[in-house]
């Protein structure tokens, strides 16, 4: 079956204010300033050279999950882009609602197509762009909005204030002295190996977390530290709402924290569209061409600690599991092998799912689609039904996935196709199983 | 950091504490030792079993412990604070006494440049503020982040939430409603967002970053807005002459100078960030990028012929005859860039430049091999430590006063600048 962007048209507070702010001609001026400044080269080839030939199609998991040929990935750029350049930018307000609800809602930037594109377009990037352009005209989904605006206000996505960061930490020392008498959570240590850094949901809700890695990184001796100040979350919604100025200051703060503590690394936490946002965003809108400071994903960092024999395990945990493949860390780092032999190190019986590595399915949360928030959430559980059945086959009980959005994204299609999985973060295996030296 | 002409300046060397983790009540463990500027006393956070907390100050406990104690910081002055908490309320300790209020949170001391004014953040209520001196702002707020003090100690200031919003409320968010206080007072305006405030000495006023919209950045002063919008701006930085305000600002992409009057340095950079004004305001320079990945420093707008990926911790002398940075690549091999020149040393950190404000000259603590050691322009002092804190020129620009901690023993040396030959 086809259909429209329009028969799928959802209401949200955010882009219904935003367009009603809008007329045709307040559009195209601000869309002909954006192609003007910031739509260069890139653009213009992914957009020349398209074929059409739709290859892409079976990339999607909107497409794979529908087989409505309008979530292909070049219908996405077709009902955005082509028109907008076919317009000249004039278009309806109507019509740039139909445009943010397909790239911020209908698209995870997880650049599955891109692999299947025989010409390597980039539809991620292009239906960016259509972001950057929403964002611009105001007209973005009222949740990640927020988000972006919480990243303004406080630095970090969950509006957690200064103290509120500090005190978790300090509570959450005291809650694992219990188990470790001697734990620290070292914070504004000058000089320490590296700064560690997490998303705001963990000091909002997935503390356990907190208290998992604080564990680990004593058990395995390291000379680690926290910043106490703005600059400790890593992620980034600003980067998936469009707004690349919030963007770029979130980044500063995060790069500068460690800058000023000196450390010679940042390592993060299991996260994948915050590890884009400082590995290959942020830091390149602010001018630098690499990252200022090496940021080490979650993954990388486990496999050095389980290498070195800095940590090892007590018992493996009890398969069958299978792995979930982040997109921004698997496509966007190539950290499929280092996954691999951290989970197998840590777990009996892994069972791949197929397709998998770089040609794995994306949870359906990333790119800020989860950020958009209740009214788009039945959007991303039906459009990745794929990933559904490609999760039942495996037969396993237990999901490892090495990123907050995929858990949030994954939980859903759980819960909807009544699946049964349990899903891990790499984090709480380790922590489960570990050798725990000194512990009462 | 300003050198006192009262310490012992005796050229040599000393060992000051024997144990840089001795503490003579027992303990559990001994966290992250800071120096006294003078270099006389090594004060660390001690763990007293139990869940009580001290300061040992030379192995010698306060006479108070507290549920918790930690970001130990000497003010420029040598008075030593610590943040702590007892009965579940924190507030600060100065030298083992603590101030008579306290807080739901206390946290981020911050000093006066002499150290004569402690100021810090905090929160009572759910209402977030600053204590000066122990003395809390009158008025608290919803929220409070980018806490200031002026370098004179006479004014705090932070930007606040001066309106309450519902969840997820976008349109209140966006209609306005973060502001400036200072000393606790909010600006009559309020703004989308407000950032980096910056005070001026001795006048008090403030100048800050704010947001319009979501897309008009611009700078207040005492809440009265430049007229022009730009894409983005960081933080500003007063004359200290004139008193005017500029701040780097992006337009169409790239990045310049600019004042309330339009642009001082033209938009030509990939970056431009942190400005610093010599004491006489006769040089103005920044951190920017010439091209993509290309940093280096500019002086009154002109760049440094040399770029690196990365450029930090931009220092200027009083009378701005000296301007010092330093590079890197990928967080190693880092360079000290003064005046344009690179020195020709590699290290795998360094700490940020110290320029004698006598002599010009520059000293800064880097790390090689794991060892943490001493550069004064391009040349190494020979002793190597496994910590160590910045040096410290003496008043008259001849001697080093270096700190560090090597093996257990902490100790000070007078090092005179011809003492640096490596
Ligand atoms: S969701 Fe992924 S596969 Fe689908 S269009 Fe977007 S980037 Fe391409
Ligand atoms: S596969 Fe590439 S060329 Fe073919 S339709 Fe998709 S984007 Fe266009």
Not at chain 1, 133 to 144: A, F, M, N, S, W
Not at chain 1, 195 to 223: C, D, H, W
Request: glycine share 8%; net charge negative; hydrophobic share 40%.
């Amino acid at each position: 079956m086809t259909t429209t962007i329009a028969d799928r048209r959802i209401e949200d507070a955010g882009l219904e204010a935003g367009i009603a702010r809008l007329t045709p001609e307040k559009i195209q001026k601000t869309i002909l300033a954006v192609l003007e400044g910031e739509g260069g080269a890139r653009l213009k080839t992914y957009v020349e050279t398209c074929v059409r030939c739709g290859m892409c199609a079976k990339a999607c998991h909107y497409y794979m999950s529908h087989k409505d040929p309008s979530y292909a990935p070049v219908a996405k750029v077709r009902q955005t882009m082509w028109e907008i350049l076919k317009h000249k930018g004039l278009v309806s307000p109507e019509f740039i609602h139909q445009c943010a609800q397909i790239a911020y809602t209908e698209c995870n930037l997880c650049r599955r197509c891109m692999h299947y594109c025989p010409l390597g377009i980039d539809t991620a990037y292009i239906m960016s762009f259509v972001r950057r352009i929403c964002h611009k005209l105001g007209v973005t989904p009222q949740y990640i909005q927020d988000t972006a605006h919480s990243h303004s206000a406080t630095m970090n996505q969950m509006w957690v204030k200064d103290d509120e960061w500090i005190d978790t930490l300090k509570w959450q020392e005291d809650e694992a002295r219990d188990e470790m008498p001697e734990l620290r959570i070292p914070l504004e240590v000058e000089g320490a190996d590296f700064m560690y850094s997490v998303i705001a949901p963990e000091p909002k809700f997935r503390t356990q977390l907190i208290y998992q890695a604080a564990f680990i990184f004593n058990q395995a001796g390291l000379n680690w530290t926290m910043p106490a100040t703005p600059g400790w979350d890593n992620s980034n919604m600003a980067m998936f709402s469009g707004d690349m100025e919030i963007m770029g200051r979130v980044e500063m703060a995060h790069f500068e924290a460690a800058q000023r503590l000196r450390v010679k690394r940042i390592v993060m936490g299991e996260c994948g569209h915050a590890f884009r946002a400082i590995y290959d965003v942020g830091n390149r809108w602010l001018g630098w061409g690499m990252h200022p400071v090496p940021v080490v994903h979650s993954i990388e960092f486990f496999w050095d600690l389980l290498n070195s024999g800095k940590i090892r395990m007590a018992k493996k945990y009890p398969g069958p599991v299978t792995i979930h493949d982040p997109c921004n860390v698997i496509r966007g780092r190539g950290l499929m092998d280092k996954l691999r032999e951290v989970v197998h190190a840590i777990c009996d019986g892994v069972v791949e799912m197929t397709p998998n590595r770089e040609h794995n399915y994306c949870c359906c949360a990333g790119g800020g689609v989860i950020n958009c928030g209740p009214p788009f959430k039945n959007v991303r559980i039906v459009g990745n039904s794929v990933k559904a059945d490609q999760l039942k086959a495996t037969g396993v009980k237990t999901c490892i996935a090495p990123c907050h959005n995929c858990h949030g994204g994954l939980e859903d299609i759980i819960h909807k196709y009544g699946l049964g999985i349990e899903l891990k973060f790499l984090g709480d295996i380790i922590y489960e199983c570990m050798e725990k030296k000194g512990a009462s | 950091m300003q050198a006192d002409q009262a310490w012992d300046w005796e050229p040599g060397a000393r060992t000051v504490l024997e144990d840089a983790t001795a503490c003579a009540a027992p303990h559990e463990w001994t966290e992250e030792p800071e120096s006294s500027p003078d270099g006389e006393r090594l004060a660390a956070v001690a763990n007293l079993g139990d869940g009580r907390f001290t300061v040992c100050v030379n192995a010698e406990p306060w006479e108070t412990d507290f549920e918790k104690a930690w970001y130990l910081r000497f003010s420029p002055d040598g008075r030593l604070s610590a943040v702590t908490m007892e009965d579940g309320m924190w507030t600060v300790s100065v030298d083992g006494e603590s101030w008579e209020e306290s807080f739901d949170f206390a946290w981020g001391t911050t000093f006066s440049a002499d150290g004569g004014v402690i100021a810090a953040c905090i929160q009572s209520d759910g209402r977030y503020g600053m204590v000066v001196d122990g003395a809390p702002w009158e008025t608290l707020h919803d929220n409070a982040n980018h806490f200031r003090i002026a370098a004179d100690g006479a004014h705090t200031a932070a930007a606040v939430q001066v309106k309450s919003m519902g969840q997820a409320d976008i349109e209140t968010f966006q209609k306005g409603i973060f502001s400036v206080a200072v000393d606790g007072e909010p600006w009559d305006a309020t703004f989308v967002n407000c950032f980096d405030p910056a005070i001026e000495v001795k006048t008090g006023r403030v100048a800050a970053t704010i947001r319009r919209s979501l897309y008009d950045y611009s700078v207040a002063v005492d809440g009265k807005a430049w007229e022009a919008a730009y894409d983005c701006a960081w933080g500003p930085v007063f004359h200290p002459g004139n008193g005017q305000v500029l701040a780097p600002v992006r337009k169409k992409g790239l990045w310049g100078m600019a004042g309330d009057a339009g642009f001082v340095w033209n938009p030509a950079f990939v970056q431009c960030h942190h400005p610093q004004f010599s004491a006489d305001g006769a040089t103005l320079a920044a951190i920017v990028a010439t091209s993509f990945g290309k940093f280096t420093v500019a002086v009154n707008a002109a760049p440094w012929s040399a770029t690196f990926p990365v450029v930090t911790d931009l220092r200027v002398s009083p009378d701005g005859k000296t301007v010092a940075a330093q590079a890197s690549t990928d967080n190693t091999a880092f360079r000290v860039l003064v005046n344009g020149s690179v020195w020709p040393g590699v290290y795998d950190m360094a700490y940020g430049p110290v320029i004698c404000p006598t002599t010009g000259q520059v000293a800064i603590r880097v790390e090689k091999d794991g060892k943490k050691a001493f550069v004064l322009d391009g040349k190494a002092h020979p002793a190597t430590f496994d910590r160590a804190y910045d040096p410290i020129f003496s008043p008259d620009g001849a001697k080093v006063l270096l700190r560090g901690i090597s093996g257990k023993a902490y100790k000070r040396i007078v090092a005179p600048v011809s003492a640096f030959t490596g």
